[in-house]
């Protein structure tokens, strides 16, 4: 098999979303003590949030404000906990151009999203932004309704990456329950028997 029929053979195509290969065959793991939570601060720009998740933040801000510091909070009493970002998507509020706005730090100053070390420690029914869950995978609406998922590759990723490796994790393995989360239990087993089927017959790359 050629690489172009390789790959296309490994573009996952589940009621109406089309998983990239990458999606399938890359390894992830994030490796918080050596990235220190970097994907929370790096960027121009906040996460993409819906009106729903938006709701949900406002209605925690009192039960995670303690967990903020006064830069965000101010940021908040000015413009909320999100806003709409050049391309017209409501996105989550920043400070200082940089840091999501939910961002706090553990004790071993590694940074946190606020909103799941709430529910984590308190159990609140909101974890966080799937946009921020779901990450390396992006979903991008095409044209025609459908759904896109595609991995996303960043730098201060990499070290997650070598952790996904040596675990012999798959990037939609790792992210198992935030995919549940966006798309249901069944479109899942669907995919990762699909997965399985291609592993079978020798059709994925090992990268």
């Not at 490994?10 to 990235?35: P, R």
């Not at 101010?74 to 940089?98: E, F, L, N, W």
């Amino acid at each position: 098999m050629d690489d172009n029929a390789r790959s296309y053979a490994t573009m996952i195509e589940i009621g109406n979303t089309i998983v990239s290969s990458e999606c399938i065959t890359e390894y992830f793991a994030c490796d918080l003590s050596a990235c220190r939570g970097m994907c929370c601060i790096e960027g121009d720009a906040g996460a993409p949030v819906t009106a729903d998740e938006i709701a949900k933040m406002e209605a925690l801000l009192p039960t995670v404000s303690h967990r903020l510091s006064h830069a965000a909070l101010s940021v908040i009493r000015r413009q909320g906990v999100a806003y709409k970002d050049p391309d017209g998507d409501m996105v989550t509020s920043i400070v200082h151009g940089r840091n999501c706005v939910f961002t706090c730090y553990g004790d071993d100053g590694v940074c946190l999203c606020a909103l799941e070390r709430e529910h984590a420690e308190s159990g609140t029914d909101f974890v966080k932004p799937l946009s921020c869950a779901l990450y390396p995978i992006r979903v991008t609406e095409l044209s025609n309704g459908n759904l896109a998922l595609n991995y996303h590759r960043w730098e201060i990723c990499a070290p997650a990456r070598l952790l996904g490796r040596k675990l012999h994790t798959r990037v939609y393995s790792y992210l198992r329950k935030p995919l549940i989360r966006a798309f249901g239990e069944s479109w899942y087993d669907e995919l990762d028997t699909t997965v399985h089927e291609l592993e079978r017959q020798h059709i994925l790359d090992e990268h």
